[in-house]
């Protein structure tokens, strides 16, 4: 099994967090300060995880380099799970890199824990015999789950997909069957990487 995990920041700081966290779980970090490294990174060896900052300019806030890399990563020809971490979370860039991206895990960095990271870590960095949580709905469902993470009740979400409030409610309680939850809350939680889930 690939033991190397990609660390995508240019923060030195963050380096040395993630490097000792992945160190500490048993893999070998790798590196890369910026888009162009990590490139250079992925085009060399094979890696179990990547761990990707969304901003890759340590003086510009707004830069978004993280998430052209994870475009990338999901354009690769092996599967590459990724979690994202980012000092400037919203809810667009959560659904951006968790729906559309199917990163596996979002960290917000003022929220940050060691304990936690290292557990997602070790946990995503495994071979998978389980499809990823995303990977099993459906492109409809993912379009119901992004207005439900916004929190858009059944009308708006059924006439923001022009589909009926019944359409609606069935692909909502697919999505709970699919995350075994019960409610909204838990559903929006389990896609936002705030619980475990079973």
Do not use: C
């Not at 994202?84 to 917000?108: K, Q, S």
Request: proline letters at 4%.
């Amino acid at each position: 099994m690939e033991r190397h995990i990609l660390i995508i920041e240019d923060d030195p700081n963050w380096q040395q967090i993630f490097g000792e966290i992945v160190d500490d779980a048993g893999f070998t970090p790798r590196v890369a300060a910026s888009r162009q490294a990590a490139q250079t990174a992925l085009a060399d060896q094979a890696y179990a995880l990547a761990i990707v900052d969304i901003s890759l300019v340590e003086s510009d806030h707004a830069n978004r380099g993280g998430v052209d890399m994870l475009k990338e990563i999901t354009g690769l020809p092996t599967d590459l799970p990724a979690i994202v971490v980012t000092g400037y979370a919203t809810v667009d860039l959560a659904i951006e890199t968790l729906v559309h991206l199917n990163a596996v895990h979002f960290f917000r960095k003022e929220q940050f824990d060691r304990r936690e990271f290292k557990r997602v870590v070790s946990s995503s960095a495994l071979p998978k015999k389980e499809p990823n949580l995303l990977q099993v709905l459906s492109a409809r469902e993912k379009q119901v789950l992004e207005l439900l993470i916004e929190g858009r009740t059944n009308n708006q979400i059924a006439a923001e997909l022009t589909i009926t409030v019944n359409t609606v409610k069935k692909h909502v309680q697919s999505i709970f069957t699919k995350f075994n939850v019960d409610n909204r809350a838990a559903a929006v939680a389990r896609a936002l990487g705030r619980t475990g889930g079973p």
